[in-house]
Nanobody
Framework: VQLVESGGELVQAGASLRLSCTAS????????VGWFRQAPGKEREFVAAISQLGGTTSYVDSVKGRFVISRENTKNVVYLQMNSLKAEDTAVYYC???????????????WGQGTQVTVSS
């Protein structure tokens, strides 16, 4: 499956952004999808994940209550709605897909190229 992220941009602290992850190539609804991020000089970090039909989601503690992951399988898209953005959310955001939801926070078979989110304080 091929994944393309979009929606990243420069915003001020407190603003909102919605990232999109658009998939092609295979049956998208068979795949769990996760969002990850990597800030300069830091390791890649799991952010959020959603199960194949969208019934189960998970988040890293630092974004709970601010970010919401959702998906539209009819459009082959997964979204990451990011609210109340903070400077520490600045990173390149990647989406990834895997047939297994359970381990997606640790590994995924397919990755996008990333989209830059910069939050100015």
């Amino acid at each position: 499956v091929q994944l393309v992220e979009s929606g990243g941009e420069l915003v001020q602290a407190g603003a909102s952004l919605r990232l999109s992850c658009t998939a092609s190539g295979r049956t998208f609804r068979n795949y769990a999808v996760g969002w990850f991020r990597q800030a300069p000089g830091k390791e890649r970090e799991f952010v959020a994940a959603i199960s194949q039909l969208g019934g189960t989601t998970s988040y890293v503690d630092s974004v709970k209550g601010r970010f919401v992951i959702s998906r539209e399988n009819t459009k082959n898209v997964v979204y990451l709605q990011m609210n109340s953005l903070k400077a520490e959310d600045t990173a390149v955001y990647y989406c990834a897909a895997d047939l297994a939801y359970g381990g997606i926070s640790r590994k995924a078979d397919y990755w996008g190229q990333g989209t830059q989110v910069t939050v100015s304080s």
